[in-house]
């Protein structure tokens, strides 16, 4: 079982930067693929980025990519998800999410443990 709370959602500038955490409970982290996913008002759960269970590969929407950066702290059950040059159409709620195939896959029903989520808005 695993256990995963986001945080570090806020409001920011479009063209600001913000990092957001996923810290995890249990002891096995470290076997476990991360995800960051996202849902904005009235769309469905999009993937954003997935990182493997070792840290060294990684996956990104076209919609991120060069602009978000994925990364794990393995001693510290902790997942991040940096991002940069915001835009107002990044705004939504992410969600980070576990998956114990251990592969960065874009794909939601791979993820078997969800966070609450954390609101990030971004204004123009």
């Known amino acids: 079982q695993v256990q995963l709370v986001e945080s570090g959602g806020e409001l920011v500038q479009a063209g600001g930067s913000l990092r957001v955490s996923c810290a995890a409970s249990?002891?096995?982290?470290?076997?476990?693929?991360m995800g960051w996913f996202r849902q904005a008002p009235g769309k469905e759960r999009e993937f954003v980025a997935a990182i493997n269970w070792s840290g060294f590969s990684t996956y990104y929407a076209d919609s991120v990519k060069g602009r978000f950066t994925i990364s794990r702290d393995n001693a510290k059950n902790t997942v991040y998800l940096q991002m940069n040059s915001l835009k107002p159409e990044d705004t939504a709620v992410y969600y980070c999410?576990?998956?114990?195939?251990?592969?960065?896959?874009?794909?939601?029903?791979?993820?078997?443990?969800w966070g609450q989520g954390t609101q990030v808005t971004v204004s123009s």
């Open positions: 249990g002891r096995t982290f470290n076997r476990y693929a």
């Open positions: 999410a576990a998956g114990l195939h251990g592969r960065a896959s874009y794909a939601m029903d791979e993820y078997e443990y």
